[in-house]
T-cell receptor, first 113, second 110 residues
């Protein structure tokens, strides 16, 4: 089983819909991250959480929200999806040894029509 | 904003040749990391080099770090078709998340 699991793997939806992407991990890491990847732009950080009670905005948080339900679970929501949020979304985890390697899920490919 | 910038953006080589990718960054760092991404998959951590290290090896990978020039290079020796992927550098500094570059797309032709 994968250490970092993202669901769904693929999603097609319409403009204006609310969408939730979920991430769960079995690595026991405190730190979790959400990124989006667009062609030619690399990875950009949306939100991150260093523990269950900690939520921080990243580079591109507008239009997104997150919830850290437990150490192992970190979800990303698009309250009202728009087409330019079409992208590949990744969840990642790391331990508290700063700044250590990150472990990535296999991503959610999101298309907003 | 992105800290690391990889060069070249794309690289195509024959199987058996060596592949060299470079990363430049702008501010002081604690460490620099390299990741590989196969098409449609998540990034996989390859190697981490600390700011007080100059060179590190892992199998066919060799990473160098020059903090005076704020640059790093990743060398893959005796490349294989399976090395075809995108490679990203990421810089780590203090208690902040890693910052990733835009990546180098490596194609290894059999």
């Amino acid at each position: 089983d994968a250490d970092v699991t993202q669901t769904p793997r693929n999603r097609i939806t319409k403009t204006g819909k609310r969408i939730m992407l979920e991430c769960s991990q079995t690595k026991g890491h405190d730190r979790m991250y959400w990124y989006r990847q667009d062609p030619g732009l690399g990875l950009r950080l949306i939100y991150y959480s260093f523990d269950v009670k900690d939520i921080n905005k990243g580079e591109i948080s507008d239009g997104y929200s997150v919830s850290r339900q437990a150490q192992a679970k970190f979800s990303l929501s698009l309250e009202s999806a728009i087409p330019n949020q079409t992208a590949l979304y990744f969840c990642a985890t790391s331990d508290s040894i700063l700044p250590g390697p990150q472990h990535f899920g296999d991503g959610t490919r999101l298309s907003i029509l | 904003s992105q800290q690391g910038e990889e060069d070249p953006q794309a690289l195509s080589i024959q199987e058996g040749e060596n592949a060299t990718m470079n990363c430049s960054y702008k501010t002081s760092i604690n460490n620099l990391q390299w990741y590989r991404q196969n098409s449609g998959r998540g990034l996989v951590h390859l190697i981490l080099i600390r700011s007080n290290e100059r060179e590190k090896h892992s199998g066919r990978l060799r990473v160098t770090l020059d903090t005076s020039k704020k640059s790093s290079s990743l060398l893959i020796t005796a490349s294989r078709a399976a090395d075809t992927a995108s490679y990203f550098c990421a810089t780590g500094s203090g208690n902040t998340p890693l910052v990733f570059g835009k990546g180098t797309r490596l194609s290894v032709i059999a």
